[in-house]
């Protein structure tokens, strides 16, 4: 009989540990998340997509996209890089500088400043090289290198995380990459009219592309020479002869994939900040 007690408190305790590790805490931690205000902006992030793009979300399931496409920027680490963010007018000093902390180009980078100088630091490397550059009017700044083979294919600047999803529902992570990450597809400066022809006849963008034509969300009808097309047709090239407009239902998906931008700074994944050219003009070289 006792053995039959911690018996049933032994499976009692597993079932129960188990069920708290698999299912309550991600919810404790993750389901109760609340959209965060950026410091930088002061915008709330992430923002709720419009109806439209909402709608797009569900056609985008429903078409199978998320089985080629991905969701998710994955990073393998960060190193940092050394910037001078501003050369000041003692060219000479910062020069003799560069050159003893052995770093090539000085002249190079005094005139293109703010420019790279350095990178594939340690943080105390940076630091420290930075500290010695910055001295009177001349400023170096330290900034974050994010790594890995999505970064650098420039699918995003970071890695995705889980507030970027917070408005998900489902989450299409995706799991193949038959065609490019999509987590970042807003902030690629694709026209939606050249998006919406992309998915008519992916090969008239893309010439290699593997990726089925999307024809039956559009319309197409025998247009006369000289006819006036519509406004949101596409090119007459795509299909000399015919006139192709989207249907609600494609401009729905190409709003929901402008609405895509997982690139916003936050504290468990920021993104690089290179320091930008002041707006005041900028000093006269002195001379030599």
Not at 55 to 68: K, L, M, P, T
Not at 239 to 258: D, K, S
Request: charged share 15%; hydrophobic share 40%.
């Amino acid at each position: 009989m006792n053995n039959g007690l911690l018996l049933f408190f032994g499976i009692f305790l597993s079932l129960g540990g188990s069920f708290w590790a698999l299912l309550l805490a991600p919810q404790v931690q993750i389901g109760r998340a609340q959209p965060v205000v950026l410091e930088t902006t002061g915008e709330t992030y992430p923002a709720p997509r419009s109806g439209l793009a909402q709608q797009g979300a569900d056609i985008y399931r429903a078409q199978g996209c998320v089985e080629c496409h991905s969701q998710q920027v994955r990073q393998s680490g960060v190193n940092f890089e050394v910037w001078l963010a501003d050369s000041g007018s003692a060219w000479p000093q910062l020069a003799a500088t560069m050159d003893r902390l052995k770093i090539s180009d000085a002249d190079k980078f005094i005139t293109q400043a703010p420019v790279k100088i350095l990178g594939g630091l340690t943080m105390l490397e940076a630091s420290g090289i930075a500290s010695q550059l910055t001295n009177g009017e001349a400023k170096a700044s330290v900034v974050l290198a994010t790594l890995g083979p999505d970064i650098q294919r420039g699918w995003g600047k970071r890695a995705t995380v889980t507030q970027d999803y917070l408005y998900d529902n489902p989450v299409q992570l995706g799991s193949l990459r038959i065609g490019p990450d999509l987590s970042n597809y807003g902030t690629r400066a694709v026209p939606a009219a050249l998006a919406l022809q992309h998915l008519y006849s992916p090969q008239s963008t893309m010439p290699k592309s593997m990726m089925p034509p999307y024809r039956y969300l559009f319309n197409k009808r025998q247009i006369a020479e000289g006819q006036k097309r519509a406004a949101n047709a596409l090119p007459a090239t795509v299909e000399p002869g015919y006139e192709i407009t989207p249907t609600p239902e494609a401009e729905a998906l190409v709003a929901y994939l402008m609405s895509l931008n997982a690139s916003a700074s936050l504290a468990e994944a920021p993104v690089p900040a290179p320091p930008v050219k002041s707006a005041i003009a900028a000093p006269a070289a002195p001379a030599p």
